[in-house]
């Protein structure tokens, strides 16, 4: 106060002040100045600061102006801050963009260049502790390779960046001066001196882990004070999650690229063992069909029985096998597709036709309709598999009431629904239903075998014809699949190695040629009404020997009894035929069944399947030892998985004993 103006503002008076104060002394309006840059020399250095100030005359008696009035206001703290903030913001808007850690660490370096006031210069190094060495990975400027930023640095380095520092734990920072001591003239960014001050900052991105090193020149015109610490300890914070992310998101490309990688290879070796199956089912399958049809040389009643019960579990293999061949070529993208012109609705209708007496033997309401029919191009192949897969899962999982298959189209779609009155599907469950080998857990089906793989080839082979596929359902009520494709192939975008449009008429030949598996496999699904418990007990099914029934005749009634549960009518009548000369052998479809059936025929042991509807194995198994009245019954389990894991997992749960498939007499 008191002093003159000369002498306050002595470094900003002639260039800044004086003309301002002489315009409004001389008669100007007052004049108002925000957030003024002015250099001043108050603290021994030429120091960068921020200040408001205005110039109001001061009028006497005669109304001229006998003086001035200059309030001033200091507001570098807050420009400051808006200036640091919105690095802060730039910073977080270009981690958002990054991908790799490269990225990562130029866009970082990218914004403080921009940013080049507060951080004079910058380099980001990587610690690779297998050479104790900090590497290079993006600077400010040209200056990569320079005195200022090496390429590679040594923790044991005196002559450059002494990042060894960073190690003790004592410090959360490094300051380094004398910088043109051993780095000559530094930059200083926008201000014409050079940066005499640099702060070494570490970036950990796990805890307690030094990844590497961000290095900051600091303004020469501002005093390096906590307010500045604590700015670049934020921005060092920022560039630590933007480089965490990118570590993540390489992690997860990588895992995704080596899981795509064995999906590729588990694809090709489902196609090769898919084609070395297929040569010896086919002689298999070949001398079965002769020796079954070969009228001239008849087989007896006990050789028939055995051989229809090879042959319709090696049509299963087939399909299975030929199931995992299409999907292994989809997946592959070599599968060939031949469209033509068919009559869709009279197609679809002779394909639903062979499942109706499947449907009737099942006691459900089975009805097939075509609203409108007309011509649609298709794959003959590939639609008697999306039909016969969406009917075949119908009858599966409908218990009771109704199936109804449904096909419209209009100008320019076909549309197939097949709905049900089944047991639904779980909400959770329904954006999984067509991924492959996905199976829901706990679904009470006519049976639990399956791999998985039939939804999820429909789904592709819909995906063939350029439509979609879509369920809707509720649990316990039903659910509704519905497929939508064009009529008109376009030609450009089919999707596999080898495709081809027949563009003739409607073909005359209506015999489908993947129809025999999918009708064998489901008319196993059913067993005859069940007679009396004390009757089932003895009849077997239709697969005991004569000889073993005459024997069972001589046999006194001591024999003990045997409760065999599993949900495969082949199995259950193969491994009773096995035991029934030496004991009474009672069956079950499933373990709620067998455990009504424990309670009337007191079995001396219990040979049970694990995998099967409504209560499996190990269901069965914890529900017999909690009664005290069927607690001590063995119980052996039966199953398709082999190891020694298997078997330990099996006695561990209770079991007596655990025998693994294939097994025989």
């Given at each position: ?29 007052a004049i108002f100045s925000d957030d003024q840059l002015l250099l001043l020399t108050r603290n021994g250095y030429l120091e960068e600061t921020y200040l408001s100030w205005s110039f109001s005359p001061i009028r006497i008696e005669d109304g001229s102006i006998g003086g001035l009035i200059s309030p001033v206001v200091e507001t570098t703290v807050r420009v400051l801050q808006e200036r640091r903030m919105l690095a802060m913001k730039e910073l977080g808007t270009e981690a958002l963009k990054n991908h790799t850690v490269i990225e990562a660490c130029e866009s970082a370096l990218k914004v403080l260049s921009r940013h080049n006031t507060d951080v004079t210069f910058g380099g980001l190094y990587l610690y690779d ?537």
């Open positions: 106060m008191g002093k003159s103006g000369t002498e306050v503002w002595g470094e900003i008076w002639e260039m800044v002040l004086l003309p301002e104060f002489s315009q409004v002394y001389h008669g100007q309006e502790d297998r050479t104790s060495h900090f590497q290079l990975q993006s600077c400010c400027g040209d200056r990569r390779g320079s005195r200022l930023f090496p390429e590679s640095v040594s923790t044991q380095s005196t002559g450059s960046w002494q990042f060894g520092k960073l190690f003790d734990r004592k410090h959360d920072h490094v300051i380094e001066d004398n910088l043109e001591t051993r780095f000559g003239r530094v930059p200083g960014g926008s201000v014409p001196e050079p940066s005499t001050l640099a702060v070494l900052l570490p970036l950990c991105i796990d805890p307690e882990i030094i990844h590497g090193a961000l290095v900051v020149g600091i303004n020469p015109r501002r005093v390096f004070d906590g307010d500045y610490l604590a700015w670049l300890d934020l921005v060092n914070k920022q560039i630590i999650s933007s480089l965490s992310a990118a570590r993540i998101f390489e992690s997860e490309k990588r895992r995704a690229e080596e899981l795509a990688e064995i999906d590729r290879a588990k694809t090709i070796f489902f196609s090769n063992i898919s084609h070395e199956f297929r040569t010896p089912l086919t002689l298999i399958l070949g001398p079965l069909q002769d020796s079954l049809s070969d009228a001239s040389h008849p087989l007896d009643a006990i050789q028939l029985n055995r051989q229809e019960i090879i042959h319709r579990n090696s049509l299963r293999l087939l399909k299975l096998v030929n199931t995992l061949l299409d999907f292994s070529r989809i997946e592959a993208g070599r599968a060939s597709s031949h469209f033509e012109n068919v009559e869709i609705g009279k197609v679809t209708l002779e394909l639903a036709g062979m499942f109706s007496s499947a449907f009737s033997r099942a006691g459900l309401e089975f009805s097939a309709q075509a609203k409108k029919s007309g011509m649609a191009q298709v794959d003959r192949d590939m639609w008697e598999k999306i039909v016969f897969n969406l009917l075949s899962n119908a009858l599966k999982y409908t218990l009771e009431g109704s199936v109804n298959l449904v096909i419209d189209m209009d100008d320019t779609f076909v549309t197939l629904q097949v709905e049900d009155t089944g047991i639904g599907i779980e909400e959770h469950e329904l954006s999984r239903v067509f991924e492959r080998f996905h199976r829901i857990e706990g679904s009470h089906g006519r049976s639990h075998e399956g791999t998985g793989i039939g939804l999820a080839l429909t789904a592709e082979l819909v995906k063939l014809h350029q439509g979609t596929i879509s369920v809707s359902s509720k649990f316990g009520k039903g659910s509704e699949f519905s497929v939508k494709i064009p009529r008109k192939i376009n030609m450009s975008k089919v999707i596999g190695a080898a495709s081809s449009l027949i563009d003739d008429e409607a073909s005359d030949d209506m015999t489908p040629k993947h129809a025999s598996p999918y009708i064998e496999e489901a008319s196993h699904w059913f067993t005859k009404k069940k007679e009396s418990q004390v009757e089932s007990k003895l009849k077997v099914e239709n697969n005991v020997q004569v000889e073993n029934k005459l024997k069972v005749e001589n046999v006194p009634q001591t024999r003990h009894k045997i409760l065999l549960v599993d949900d495969n009518k082949d199995m259950r009548d193969y491994v009773a035929a096995i035991l029934d000369s030496d004991y009474d052998v009672c069956v079950a479809e499933n373990g709620l069944e067998a455990l009504e059936l424990v309670q009337v025929e007191h079995p001396a042991i219990i040979l049970s399947d694990i995998m099967m509807p409504k209560m499996d194995g190990f269901q069965l198994l914890s529900a017999l030892r909690q009664d005290k009245k069927t607690s001590l019954i063995p119980i052996i389990l039966l199953s398709a998985r082999a190891g020694e894991e298997a078997r330990v997992e099996g006695v561990e749960v209770g079991a007596d004993d655990y025998l693994v498939k294939q097994f025989s007499a």
